[in-house]
């Protein structure tokens, strides 16, 4: 009998995106036991749409030589992004993530890791919506106010490096190894190896751009 509430109780936590935050272990058992998909998504889905408005009416390129006719486009351009590009993201990294899970003999389902990378997503929505705000108080078109370029200026591939040395980008990493081991049960030694690997990746395909 015991068992049966403490299973039910279980059953009855949900996972929360600001729990991710704060209690990154916890709410990744409970993503493990309940992956929620739709509300966490469509919430991520809100706050990147306001964070790409934010952003992209803020550079030089989206305020610059535009019509102020066409401004209404620049805006229904940056929802449709904030629409397109979590779910792309999420699905993707489910993909690459599922195919190691494989080779790990990894149980998890694609369902588990995709919520996981909803929920992951909160990161990257956050630091754009702060990244946004900054541009708006100082004027500047930068969107890397929480990243070491704001301390150490620098041009081409060292930018990118540097660029990538942000706040939520380090707080996405250590989540994100966090969420393998809790999520997919995979070793503390393969989640802080994929997760890292993913992050050294994303700044060396960044150098190639500045490149």
């Known amino acids: ?13 949900s996972p ?3 729990g991710i935050l704060w209690s990154p272990s916890e709410h990744f058992a409970r993503i493990k036991e309940k992956p929620k998909i739709w509300g966490p998504l469509l919430m991520i ?14 550079t030089e390129s989206g305020n610059e030589g535009l019509p102020e006719e066409l401004a ?3 805006v229904i351009g940056s929802i449709i992004a904030g629409v397109i590009v979590p779910i792309v993201t999420a699905f993707i990294g489910t993909l690459v993530y599922l195919l190691i899970a494989r080779l790990a003999r990894s149980n998890v389902s694609f369902r588990q890791l995709f919520s996981m990378n909803v ?10 919506i702060v990244n946004g705000i900054g541009m ?9 106010f929480t990243s070491l370029t704001t301390l150490i200026p620098a041009d081409g591939a060292l930018k990118a490096v540097f ?3 942000e706040v939520f980008s380090i707080w996405s990493v250590i989540l994100s190894a966090i969420g393998l081991q809790k999520v997919a049960s995979f070793s ?8 890292i690997g993913f992050y050294m990746l994303s700044i060396f395909f960044s150098m190639i751009g500045w490149a």
């Not at 009998?1 to 936590?13: D, F, G, S, V």
């Open 163 to 165: 660029d990538n040395i």
């Open 188 to 195: 503390k030694e393969l989640a802080w190896g994929v997760s």
């Open 72 to 74: 209404p486009f620049l």
């Open 119 to 128: 929920y992951l997503l909160i990161l990257t929505a956050l630091g754009m």
């Open 1 to 13: 009998m015991e068992e049966r509430l403490e299973a039910n109780e279980i059953e009855k936590k």
């Open 45 to 58: 889905i809100l706050v990147f749409s306001i964070g790409m408005i934010i952003v992209t009416t803020n």
């Open 16 to 18: 929360s995106l600001w």
């Open 136 to 144: 708006v108080i100082t004027g500047s078109s930068t969107t890397t």
